[in-house]
């Protein structure tokens, strides 16, 4: 009920935010990028594209935003910035003389109307899996905040593989909504069957956001050998299986933090494995945040990972200790796996690394790009990339 209240305040900050500065979504088209994992992303994929095919288009994702031709660094530790700074961002992309503005839209943003008043051309959903259960409570309420933005939109680009597909469609067809399709399956209207490309980016969950931003620019009219062009010379953004060392064994930072995101990248780092290297994975769990996930996340990174380093993770007003404690609960021990509790983020990571022998693979996620943490009293400055230049240099 008191979440209703607030809802309902951030509304009114919306529609403020968009009277003061003219309703400038309206002379956009915006794709809103939505989903559990791999919207950053997809964000970043339908941008680049539609770059490389010569239009003018602007970006506001969990990382950057790219208004024009100026990229500003927001530091945003959520996804979606408060309707104030959104619609001043929007109004900067208007001016830019942008035609698209590609959106990334969280399930919380949606459900606290701070996207009020920014008309959705095209909403894209990559997947919808376990998070957030804190905020939403139940599987079947985060699905139905998803849905808004696609029974919003002109026209919707889902996962056809994904568990949320059928219930999706069933609303979706009732309203009698244009849907693309996309996926592994030859059921997709986009698929690698029917749509062949090339690109640099690994993983199997990274075809799914390929083929996602390609169903998208294929909507606004942009040909195969310009999509094709344009995902042959993708780079993934900061802080997504970003590869940090490179040298008898290597280093990775990865924003996965969510059951789904392990079960999809774990498994494909296990597979670039020599025979009898290690898998050594540092992560943690969010404080005050979804609980429920912490031992599901703790078995899934047991079934791939040789040894487990839990450390902080945006602690917050939770001791990260505990939090650890909790995501033990789910790992299963088998074949001299190791687990591993320190507290301290800095140290576990230099400790991972000290691990490491030649052909190992260091995985270091939960917080990717950012560049704060929270224990508790505010942000603090904190980077994994810094901190791993650090050891490395000692």
């Not at 305040?9 to 003219?22: K, P, S, V, W």
């Not at 404690?325 to 990571?349: M, Y």
């Amino acid at each position: 009920m008191w979440q209703n209240f607030k809802n309902v305040y951030h509304l009114g900050q919306a529609g403020i935010a968009n009277i003061l500065h003219g309703f400038p979504a309206k002379q956009l088209s915006v794709i809103g990028v939505t989903g559990t994992d791999g919207k950053t992303t997809t964000a970043h994929l339908i941008y680049h594209l539609l770059k490389t095919a010569n239009f003018n288009v602007s970006l506001i994702s969990t990382i950057t935003a790219k208004i024009g031709d100026t990229e500003i660094n927001t530091g945003f530790h959520v996804t979606t910035p408060s309707p104030f700074s959104l619609q001043k961002y929007i109004k900067q992309a208007k001016n830019s003389g942008s035609r698209f503005l590609i959106l990334e839209i969280t399930s919380h943003a949606i459900d606290q109307n701070r996207v009020f008043g920014v008309p959705i051309s095209v909403g894209v959903l990559t997947n919808v899996t376990h998070e957030h259960l804190d905020y939403h409570k139940t599987y079947e309420n985060y699905l139905k905040t998803k849905a808004r933005l696609l029974t919003a939109a002109f026209v919707s680009v889902i996962n056809r593989d994904d568990e949320s597909y059928m219930s999706l469609m069933q609303k979706l067809s009732s309203m009698q909504k244009h849907v693309l399709t996309y996926g592994m399956t030859p059921d997709a209207d986009i698929n690698p069957h029917v749509f062949n490309y090339k690109t640099l980016i690994p993983g199997e969950f990274n075809l799914y956001n390929s083929l996602a931003a390609a169903g998208v620019c294929r909507l606004l009219g942009i040909s195969d050998e310009l999509i094709k062009k344009g995902l042959e010379t993708f780079m993934l953004p900061p802080g997504r299986l970003e590869l940090m060392h490179d040298n008898e064994y290597k280093v990775y930072i990865d924003f996965a933090h969510t059951p789904n995101a392990f079960a999809k990248l774990l498994p494909f780092l296990r597979k670039e494995l020599g025979e009898g290297c290690r898998l050594i994975h540092v992560f943690g769990g969010a404080g005050d945040r979804d609980r429920s996930k912490r031992p599901l996340m703790g078995k899934i990174a047991s079934e791939f990972a040789d040894s487990i380093i839990l450390t902080a993770e945006d602690p917050r007003n939770e001791d990260p200790r505990n939090i650890a404690e909790e995501i033990v609960l789910g790992i299963t021990k088998r074949g001299g796996k190791e687990v591993f509790i320190e507290p301290d983020r800095k140290k576990a990571i230099a400790f991972a690394i000290a691990k490491a022998q030649k052909g190992d693979i260091v995985i270091i996620t939960g917080k990717g790009h950012e560049r704060s943490m929270n224990f508790g009293n505010g942000e603090v400055p904190w980077s994994d990339q810094e901190v791993v230049r650090e050891v490395m240099k000692k």
